[in-house]
């Protein structure tokens, strides 16, 4: 299997900044942008960094972990440990529904494993993150809208 860097490098920094930016516009908080070009920036260099590293399956878990982790907590400053938590558990659910949407989506259909792979991934990850960013929103909308919704009859 080839890789190029320039493909693993751009594919990386670009889901990278969409997951941060999410994860952010979800929890209610606004990130610099400097940091959070960092911030992606850090999350590429591992990505790209980890798989030339030979570590036993549980030690590489182990590190994508910490290292997902701390990088949320670089894009912002937190007011509480609860914000952060809240902030690192959506980074999370939006990691795996985006890993796991593109990796479907590859397994269904295995003709764009070629280069076209590239754009397809880009707009593959903005779809699922955008997406997942707009269903929550609704959802959380909608229940609050519920909350104050109260049966009447004019009469």
């Not at 990386?12 to 516009?25: E, G, S, V």
């Not at 909608?142 to 919704?149: A, D, F, G, L």
């Amino acid at each position: 299997m080839t890789v190029y860097i320039e493909y693993a490098v751009l594919d990386n920094f670009i889901i990278d900044w969409l997951l941060f930016r999410y994860t952010l516009l979800l929890v209610g908080m606004k990130g610099k942008k400097g940091r959070l070009f960092l911030c992606a920036s850090a999350g590429t260099a591992f990505a790209v960094a980890l798989p030339l590293l030979a570590l036993p399956l549980w030690a590489e878990l182990l590190l994508k972990a910490l290292s997902g982790f701390l990088l949320v907590l670089w894009i912002a400053r937190y007011p509480s440990a609860k914000k952060y938590f809240a902030a690192a558990g959506v980074f999370l659910l939006l990691t795996f529904i985006t890993g796991g949407a593109l990796t479907a989506f590859f397994n269904l259909f295995p003709a764009f494993g070629t280069e076209v792979c590239v754009g397809v991934i880009l707009l593959g990850a903005w779809l699922v993150s955008a997406g997942a960013y707009r269903a929550i929103r609704y959802l959380y909308r909608r229940k609050e809208i519920h909350n104050h919704i109260v049966d009447c009859e004019i009469t």
